[in-house]
């Protein structure tokens, strides 16, 4: 797992911008499996159910080793918002454990953008240079394929936010 922890970091710290093609090259497509985020927060939800028992109302991080790289479609909202300070503080400790061979990896997040899968709405961190093209490229309300990983999440009074990194995206040619 290392090692292909070791290949998305190095492959990401490469090419870690938009859909442009020549940008986009060498960037590890069929690593990511087509999910939905819907899919993902019920595998989030299974792996943690032990801990929500033991632990209800306690806050914790919950970090993940393995990232479960997946391709997502979901519609693009057009808003976007700086990350806040919890979310950022557990990116950056997550990166520090999990890409501690890509110094400032986390500080490739600075920006979320509000994404749609059928009613439910997510806030997703993008990787700032990823998300210059979206101007370019995307119009709100537009499909997007999105590739992300999935750090974890924060559990606050027994709620948890999952957090999802945005490490690229295409625009789907339908």
Not at 92 to 105: C, H, I, K, N, V
Request: charged residues 30%; without cysteine; proline residues 4%.
């Amino acid at each position: 797992m290392k090692v292909k922890l070791a290949l998305l970091a190095l492959a990401i710290t490469a090419f870690s911008g938009g859909s442009s093609p020549v940008r986009a090259q060498g960037f590890p497509w069929q690593e990511f499996e087509r999910r939905t985020l819907k899919e993902i927060v019920a595998i989030n939800e299974s792996e943690d159910a032990e801990d929500r028992k033991r632990l209800p109302n306690q806050n914790r991080m919950i970090m993940r080793g393995k990232i479960l790289s997946s391709a997502v479609r979901v519609t693009y909202v057009g808003e976007s918002r700086f990350i806040g300070d919890e979310r950022k503080k557990f990116i950056e400790l997550w990166a520090g454990s999990y890409f501690s061979q890509t110094p400032g990896y986390a500080s490739r997040y600075e920006s979320e953008f509000l994404f749609k899968e059928a009613n439910d709405e997510y806030w997703l961190p993008v990787q700032k240079q990823v998300a210059s093209y979206f101007s370019k490229e995307l119009q709100k309300g537009d499909t997007v394929d999105l590739y992300l990983i999935r750090p974890g999440g924060l559990s606050i009074k027994g709620k948890t936010d999952w957090v999802f990194l945005v490490e690229e995206f295409l625009k789907p040619k339908e």
